[in-house]
């Protein structure tokens, strides 16, 4: 579910200042757009094309993780680490992407990032071992990181005028709804059709033509001067939470082997715990930090980061973990389990584009955000009673439409938390939004997948069918996801409040 949604605001400081109607960065090179609105298209063509392949990948994957498991051997556990190295990498280097955007210059930062990226999807269609893939994973997610975090910034010093903006950054924002759509049938089909390989393979013609374009369509900037460049940018802390948050997910998927109260549980999530003060300790020293800790000052922007990361970490192991049910369970191919899911996606989109602008207008954005809450804790519940031999009409598709809840609390939790922010921080709380997004997702499916993991190896040593078994073994994970939403209906009803009406 979550894979459908794009980055809201721009995330660095100079597209920070260009919303502010001010030259961002004095000492830089002027951008020099392009010509006439054709070019300008074109180049938001170029840009909707990134994003299109950051929210594809995401989603693409999901329906084809039980080929790849088959193929290269992943264990249950083991395979979140498909997903969890791309949502890593991504989500805990956007704002250093961003900070050296700046320095460096977008364009060069969004060529070099679909570069990376069309070079990782290469080679993880070729991956014939689980390490290869899940390095190669991960230097998708650098890749989509360098990428998106400076999209949003080209784009608004290409549309100045507020009309053209805005409808740009609706059709930015729908290529991302639409990507989560395309790609779970795309993955079904060519998993079906040919091989899970293709997935990634699908990449290498979409990233080449986006290179080829952005080359003659993207303003040219220039590298930072003075001041500002010798700031540099904080590689360490950004080492520190990618080095901290990869530790501590894998600490989780060992759980399973290892358990929980093991010497060595506790002596990598004690390590993963001191590398994330580590980062907490550098951004209150750093001359230019990733997350001045001064955000942290807003309740609303807190609790906004936190009911997000509750809720992502629900949804996409949904997202995930249906998939497997439809494939392991009920037999479906790739293919029947994209189109399964479609639904969903694009229920999401409609609501999410079509009806929250007005329904936070009229109702208030809490509102729409607690409405939004209690139909997905009402979709996961409905989860926890899948049986095995589920009918789609009356079992599965009911919470396919439910999952509108998302489109409905997305964008109203978006807004509160942004609602929150100074304006000197308008961007970086945008930047710490998608941040959470990403880690979010990694957290959930890294835990729910250890947990249903375990449950399904204790019923399959208790003698139940490997079909009964993955089933309890899914029913718990969807349990504790709805616990994780219900959190989030408490938090929002504590924490946070509707921003007021003009």
Do not use: C
């Not at 001010?22 to 951008?31: E, F, L, R, S």
């Not at 990428?147 to 924002?173: D, H, M, N, P, Q």
């Not at 759509?181 to 990634?200: E, K, M, N, P, Y």
Request: charged share 10%.
């Amino acid at each position: 579910m979550p894979a459908a949604s794009a980055p809201a605001l721009p995330s660095s400081a100079a597209d920070r200042a260009v919303d502010r109607g001010i030259d961002p960065a004095p000492a830089v090179a002027a951008p020099a757009a392009p010509r006439g609105l054709r070019s300008r298209w074109t180049a938001l063509g170029v840009l909707s094309t990134g994003v299109l392949m950051t929210v594809l990948d995401g989603s693409i994957v999901t329906v084809a993780m039980p080929a790849i498991q088959n193929d290269l051997g992943f264990t249950p556990a083991g395979l979140s680490w498909v997903v969890n190295a791309y949502l890593i990498a991504f989500g805990s280097l956007l704002l250093l992407a961003g900070r050296l955007g700046d320095l460096i210059g977008r364009k060069r930062m969004f060529l070099a990032g679909t570069g990376v990226f069309t070079g990782a999807s290469l080679l993880a269609g070729f991956a014939g071992s689980p390490e290869v893939l899940i390095a190669a994973r991960f230097l998708q997610g650098l890749g989509s990181a360098m990428a998106a975090a400076v999209s949003l910034g080209i784009l608004v010093t290409l549309f100045t005028e507020a009309r053209e903006r805005a409808k740009a950054i609706a059709v930015f924002s729908f290529t991302g709804a639409a990507g989560a759509s395309l790609g779970q049938v795309l993955g079904g089909v060519l998993t079906d059709a040919l091989d899970w390989h293709w997935i990634f393979f699908i990449n290498l013609p979409i990233g080449l033509a986006a290179l080829a374009l952005a080359l003659p369509a993207l303003p040219s900037d220039g590298a930072q001067a003075g001041p500002e460049r010798r700031a540099g940018a904080d590689v360490l802390g950004a080492a520190l939470v990618t080095a901290g948050l990869m530790l501590g997910i894998y600490t989780v998927v060992e759980v399973e082997q290892y358990g929980w109260l093991s010497a060595h549980t506790l002596g990598l999530g004690t390590l993963s715990l001191a590398l994330l003060a580590g980062f907490t300790l550098r951004q209150a020293k750093a001359r230019t930090p990733l997350v001045p800790l001064r955000i942290f000052r807003s309740r609303t922007v807190v609790g906004a980061n936190l009911v997000q990361m509750l809720m992502v970490a629900a949804l996409f192991s949904f997202q995930v973990l249906v998939a497997l049910y439809l494939q392991n369970v009920l037999g479906y191919g790739a293919a029947e389990t994209g189109l399964a899911m479609l639904p969903a996606a694009l229920v999401i989109g409609a609501v999410s584009l079509g009806a929250s602008a007005p329904l936070n207008a009229r109702f208030g954005e809490r509102n729409v955000l607690l409405t939004g809450l209690v139909l997905l804790v009402a979709a996961l519940g409905l989860l926890t009673r899948l049986p095995v031999r589920a009918d789609y009409v009356t079992d599965l598709l009911p919470v396919m439409l439910l999952a509108a809840g998302f489109g409905l609390a997305l964008p109203a939790l978006t807004a509160l938390g942004m609602s929150g922010a100074d304006e000197r921080d308008a961007g970086l709380t945008s930047g710490l939004f998608n941040t959470t997004q990403q880690i979010g997702m990694a957290l959930g499916v890294a835990v729910l997948s250890t947990l249903a993991a375990s449950r399904t190896e204790a019923r399959l040593g208790a003698g139940h069918s490997r079909a009964e078994a993955l089933t309890s073994g899914y029913h718990l994970a969807f349990g504790i996801g709805s616990g994780l939403l219900i959190t989030a209906l408490v938090v929002t009803a504590v924490a946070l409040r509707s921003t007021p009406r003009p």
